[in-house]
């Protein structure tokens, strides 16, 4: 790949991490599972795995209350994104989501990307959560999800 590709690439990557957290936080469910390649897989803490456009956005329906009483945003920092071979990339981040009284909870993405016909989607996010502010609503959310 020459320079030009390079940056290209790194840049259209940067967009769809961008857009994950933004349609996430927004309750755009479909859009946010329209990120993910055809098999792409969505992995949340190792608890539960969501395959697909369709199931990603099921999963998404069944966060968005949850979300949504969270009342904040995700802030994503420490982006890394290497070019591992034509049309493939990983990708790793940190995350923190900021509540209306502060951090809430903080966590890694660790990604696998491809080049599909529509762009560069997710082969597969790996979600990890590093920890919780005291009282936070979100572990007991994240148990939920891992359950259904």
């Given at each position: ?7 290209v690439?790194?840049?259209?990557i940067?967009q769809?991490l961008g857009?994950?957290t ?10 946010f599972g329209?990120l ?5 897989i969505?992995?949340i803490g190792?608890?539960r795995?969501a395959?697909?456009?369709a199931g990603?956005?099921?999963f998404a ?7 949504r009483?969270?009342a ?9 994104i290497?070019l591992t071979?034509?049309g493939?990339a ?6 923190m989501?900021?509540g209306p009284?502060?951090?809430?909870h903080?966590g890694?993405y660790?990604?696998?990307?491809v ?5 560069w989607?997710f082969?597969?996010r790996?979600?990890?959560?590093d ?7 979100a572990?007991?959310m994240?148990e939920?999800?891992?359950r259904?």
């Amino acid at each position: 790949m020459g320079a030009l590709e390079d940056l290209v690439a790194r840049s259209e990557i940067d967009q769809l991490l961008g857009r994950y957290t933004a349609f996430g936080d927004s309750g755009r469910s479909s859009d946010f599972g329209a990120l993910f390649a055809a098999d792409g897989i969505l992995d949340i803490g190792g608890r539960r795995q969501a395959v697909g456009p369709a199931g990603v956005t099921r999963f998404a329906e069944e966060a968005k209350d949850g979300m949504r009483a969270l009342a904040g945003a995700h802030h994503v920092s420490s982006r890394l994104i290497e070019l591992t071979g034509p049309g493939e990339a990983r990708a790793g981040s940190v995350f923190m989501f900021v509540g209306p009284d502060g951090p809430d909870h903080w966590g890694r993405y660790r990604d696998r990307l491809v080049l599909t016909a529509d762009g560069w989607r997710f082969a597969l996010r790996k979600v990890r959560f590093d920890g919780f502010a005291s009282g936070s609503p979100a572990p007991a959310m994240i148990e939920r999800l891992a359950r259904t």
